[in-house]
């Protein structure tokens, strides 16, 4: 697709933003992990697993809606907490193995909150270490791994960013968290212990959002849900689409879209909101 | 020069002590008391209790200081691991802005950047290099401090040195025969690293974050040490090839 034609097409599908994806304190919920749901629409048997965390990502309940008609749901709480002694950590750990036993998929969608600071900071980089270790250990096959198109935004606006250009990040906690996350997932995809499917999702757009206000790198709840789920299905595929480690730009499509959609779309079959 | 040093009672600080007592007015740190014999060695050099998982420590300690060497390091402990190696990169960094400190030394194993992926497979590796610590506790935990100092020299004016080392030995212990990993220093070396590292002008340096492989002259060339050798002016002294020879 030519560069004009994408353009045309985000002319066509204008979306709103204004919320950034996440904001709920990551911190406000942390326990030892507890199954928290489980759900089938069918033979569990046939089913795989698949578990989200944390339950109150912004994205959760979307994507859990969006994955529940094929997969078995496992809500769980992140067990990794900044002020937690060692026996607790411990316990959280074999809580969360035990959580995990049998889970085909975890889709992890940390949320930094800037006011915990470097509490915050600790618990998506140690979080992420330690859930991926737990994860590997229990041959979870496949982690979608939410991150954020901020580490993009250093780029001018006159390049159209896609995922050959470097992430960065600035010193704000939320953006070097999760900048830190992800340079955690990359390396259990490079030393092949699972897979990791990195989705980069723009700001998610609240539900008054007008298509006026659409921001340069709004998303909308179905569309990062849509997502996911893509991404869980095609990691799954067999013979494999996808290397041990793969990123994705996920955004709306409208005339002011900073990031370039067209991997998704082209290798998940992934589609933006048609508006 | 007034030198804070953290985690300076391991093994490297009193090495980096006697190295740098000389010519500069050291702040001497760490959770665990000084050895004696740099206590009385050095009696007018500053001792203080600091752990560096503690911002508000960091900050007292800091007060006044020209530069900060972060010597600080947990291998094993799963969580003090990240809450020194990583959070507590993130404290030196703050303070260094807070005080307007420009310079900054920050150390780590060589796996911080050259992890597995390359010493399994290649030669000639230079700390320039995207850094693939893999997934041992110790190397991505530094190395993820590694990425807040860079983030911070990025945005700040502070001039970071990454000194990075592996395996350090005394004299008496290069004998032959004996091997190990090809990224071996003699203690005395590392700590002239220190001081070279204090002392080079910034302008001498291509950015405000550079990564130094510091070992001495071994015969694998699995590893490269020119870039330290070309931008400190790093000469080993102490022959460390001997390991590798007939015993």
């Known amino acids: 697709m030519t560069s004009s034609s994408r353009i045309q097409r985000r002319a066509f599908l204008g979306r709103a933003g204004g919320v950034v994806a996440g904001g709920a304190a990551m911190g406000a919920r942390l326990a030892v992990p507890v199954a928290t749901a489980e759900e089938s ?32 749901i496992r809500m769980l709480d992140p067990f990794v907490r ?27 969608a940390p949320e930094p909150a800037p006011d915990r600071d470097e509490a ?30 901020e580490l993009m935004a250093d780029y001018p606006k006159e390049f159209e960013v896609d995922e050959g250009f470097m992430p960065t990040t600035d010193t704000s906690v939320r953006r070097m968290s999760l900048y830190l996350a992800e340079f955690a997932c990359r390396e259990f995809a490079r030393e092949g212990k699972l897979r990791c499917i990195t989705l980069r999702i723009g700001q998610l757009a609240n539900a008054s959002a007008t298509p006026a206000s659409a921001g340069p790198l709004s998303v909308s709840p179905g569309e990062v849900a849509r997502a996911v789920k ?34 998704a779309i082209l290798q998940l079959g992934w589609k933006p909101d048609q508006d | 020069m007034k030198v804070l040093i953290l985690g300076a009672n391991g093994y490297m600080g009193p090495h ?12 001497i740190t760490d959770i665990r008391p000084a050895p004696e014999e740099i206590v009385n060695e050095f009696p007018k050099q500053e001792f203080m209790d600091v752990d560096v ?17 972060n010597l600080s390091v947990v291998r094993q402990d799963p969580i003090l691991a990240f809450h020194v190696n990583t959070l507590g990169c993130l404290h030196v960094m703050r303070t260094a802005v807070e005080f307007g400190i420009r310079r900054v030394i920050n150390t780590g194993p060589h796996f911080a950047v050259a992890g597995p992926s390359y010493e399994q497979m290649d030669y000639r590796i230079s700390p320039d290099i995207p850094p693939h610590p893999g997934i041992g506790l110790y190397p991505l935990s530094k190395s993820l401090g590694q990425e807040i100092c860079r983030t911070y020299a990025n945005q700040h004016d502070i ?27 003699e203690w005395e070396d590392a700590a002239e690293a220190f001081r070279l590292a204090l002392e080079v002008d910034s302008k001498e340096l291509p950015s405000r974050c550079e990564v130094f492989f510091v070992f001495g002259d071994i015969p694998q060339m699995k590893f490269s040490n020119k870039k330290a050798k070309e931008l400190l002016g790093f000469k080993p002294r102490q022959d460390v090839s001997a390991p590798w020879k007939r015993g």
């Not at chain 1, 600790?122 to 859930?131: A, H, S």
């Not at chain 1, 996808?242 to 994705?248: D, K, P, S, T, V």
């Not at chain 2, 000194?163 to 190990?180: A, I, K, M, V």
Request: neutral net charge; aromatic residues 6%.
């Open chain 1, 41 to 72: 629409a069918g033979p569990a048997a046939t089913r795989k697993s698949v578990a989200i965390i944390p339950p109150v990502a912004a994205v959760a309940q979307p994507v859990r809606e969006a994955l529940a008609a094929s997969y078995q």
């Open chain 1, 82 to 108: 900044f002020d937690q002694s060692l026996e607790e950590w411990a316990a959280g750990r074999r809580a969360m193995g035990d959580s995990l036993r049998g889970c085909d998929a975890i889709v992890y």
């Open chain 1, 120 to 149: 915050s900071l600790d618990e998506l980089t140690r979080g992420t270490y330690d859930l991926l270790n737990v994860a590997a250990s229990q041959k979870v096959q496949l982690v979608v791994f939410l991150s954020t198109l």
């Open chain 1, 230 to 263: 893509a991404a869980v299905d095609v990691g799954f595929s067999q013979p494999s689409r996808l290397a041990n480690w793969e990123i994705f730009h996920i955004q709306s499509s409208h005339s002011q879209a900073r990031s370039s959609t067209e991997k």
């Open chain 2, 16 to 27: 980096v002590v006697r190295k740098l007592a000389p010519a500069h007015q050291l702040r």
């Open chain 2, 53 to 69: 998982t503690s911002v508000e420590q960091v900050r007292s300690a800091a007060r006044g200081m020209d530069a900060i060497i």
């Open chain 2, 159 to 185: 001039q970071v040195l990454e000194l990075l080392f592996y395996s350090l030995r005394d004299r008496h212990e290069l004998e032959p025969g004996t091997g190990g990993v090809p990224f071996l220093i």
